[in-house]
C-alpha cells in the first residue's frame, strides 16, 4: 500500500472512510517509514526493532540488491533475535499472527517458534497458481499444520480477481479478540492482510464497487474490515485499553500499475526503490481518550518504532545490551513531543540515504538495471528525474544528493552543492550517518542461499489432506535476484 492510498492523505476517490475516522480520532504521522523498501526486510525490522542489515535480512550476494523470502530460501529469522510477540509473553499478552508472515518458513522459523501463540496464513505471499512440481502452491496455516493452499482449498480467481482471504482474516481476528476479551487476556494483534499485493484480489460484495479498479476494491475491503474491527473494540468496550497502529511494510509496488498498484502520493518512484515512494507509508494511531483526536506529528516516524512503543505500552524494557533502532514513540503520541532522529534507507547491504530532519542525503541512487527496465519492469513509470532516477548504481558517498523533503517532496530539485544549506545539511548528515556506520554489526545475512528443496512439499498436516508433494531434486545455491 502507498503512502497516497487512503482518502486522508488526498486519494481522490475518497473510498476509505473507516481509516480517515481512524485519523479523525487519532494521530496522522504525514513522514512515517518502512524500515526497507522491500516485505521481508521490513517486516523482520517491525517485529525486532532493529534494521535488516542487524537481523539478517539482507543478501551479500550482490552490492544494493534487495532480497525477501522466496518459497526456496534457506535462510530466515535467526533465534538469536528477540521478537515483539516473544517480549510481550513476559507480560501476560496472548499473540496472534493472521496473514503474511515472511520471515522463513523452515520449521525453526515458524511465528510460534517466535512468540506467537497462533498463526492463521501463509509464510509467503500469495504468487501463484503453480504447478506443484516445479513449485508447490503456497501452504495456508492454522498454526503449526498447512490446512490447505492458495488457488486450490483457498482459491484466488486471477481472472475475476474474486478471493475471500481479506473475510478470513478478519473473521480470525474478531474471533481472536473476543477470545482474549472473555479471558480478561491482553493481547497483540498482528492483522498482517496482503489483499493490496498483486494479483490483488477482493470478495464479491466489493469487487467493481471502486472507482480506482481492482486495487481500489481490495482497499475497500481492507477499509471496511478495519471499521468493523475498531467496532468490536468499541462494543466490547475495550476501545480506551487498546492501542492500534495502521501501516504498510512499503510503497505501492508501480511495477503493477495501473490495475494492481496503489498511490504514493507526490512521492518519487516505488516499491523497490529508496526514494520516498518505495518507503514513506501512510500511518494511523488511534487509542481513544489517550491520543488526542485529529492530530497530525511532524515525528519522523519508522516502522521499528511500532516494537518499542509496544514494550513501553505493556511496560516492558528492550533486552539489555541490545541495539535497537526503534524509537518509543509515546511522547509524540501522547505529548505532542518532537524527537530527532536519523532514517536511513537500505537496499540489502548497502546504505542508500538517510533523512535527518527535513533533509535527505541520498548515497548511492539506483532504480533497476537497464536490462530489467527493457524488459518493461519499471519501478519509476512516468517518473524520470535526470540523474536521481538512474539504471545503473551510481555512488555519491563522496558528495551526496541531498533534497529538502518539506519544499520538494519528489525528490526532483537537488540542493545546490556550493548553498551554504547544502554545506550545513552535510554537517549535521554526516557525523550521524559516520556513528551509524562505526558502531553497526550487520547480522550473519539471511536473504544468500536458496534450494527448491526446501520449499513447502510436505508441510505438517499435509498428510490429513492428502496433500505431500515430492521435492524437485536439487543441491543450494546462491540466489540470484533481479538486476
Ligand atoms: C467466497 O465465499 C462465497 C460464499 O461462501 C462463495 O460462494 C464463493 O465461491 C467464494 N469465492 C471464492 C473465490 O472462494
Ligand atoms: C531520463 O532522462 C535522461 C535525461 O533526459 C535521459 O538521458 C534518460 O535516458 C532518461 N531515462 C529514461 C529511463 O527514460
Redesign the pocket.
Known sequence: MGWGDLGVYGEPSRETPNLDRVAAEGMLFPSFYSANPLCSPSRAALLTGRLPIRNGFYTTNAHAKNAYTPQEIVGGIPDSEHLLPELLREAGYASKIVGKWHLGHRPQFHPLRHGFDEWFGSPNCHFGPYDNKARPNIPVYRDWEMVGRYYEEF???RETG???LTQIYLQEALDFIKKQQAKARPFFLYWAIDATHAPVYA??PFLGTSQRGQYGDAMREIDDSVGRLLGLLRGLGIAERTFVFFTSDNGAALVSAPQHAGSNGPFLCGKQTTFEGGVREPALAWWPGHIPAGQVSHQLGSLMDLFTTSLALAGLKPPSNWTIDGLDLLPALLQGKLMDRPVFYYRGDTLMAVTLGQHKAHFWTWTNSWEEFRKGVDFCPGQNVSGVTTHTLEEHTKLPLIFHLGRDPGERFPLNFASTEYQEALGRIGPAVQQHQETLVPGEPQLNVCDPAVMNWAPPGCEKLGKCLKPALSAPEKCSWPH
Do not use: D, Q
Request: no cysteine; aromatic share 0%.
Open positions: 482459491p484466488i480467481n474474486e478471493a475471500n470478495s464479491k
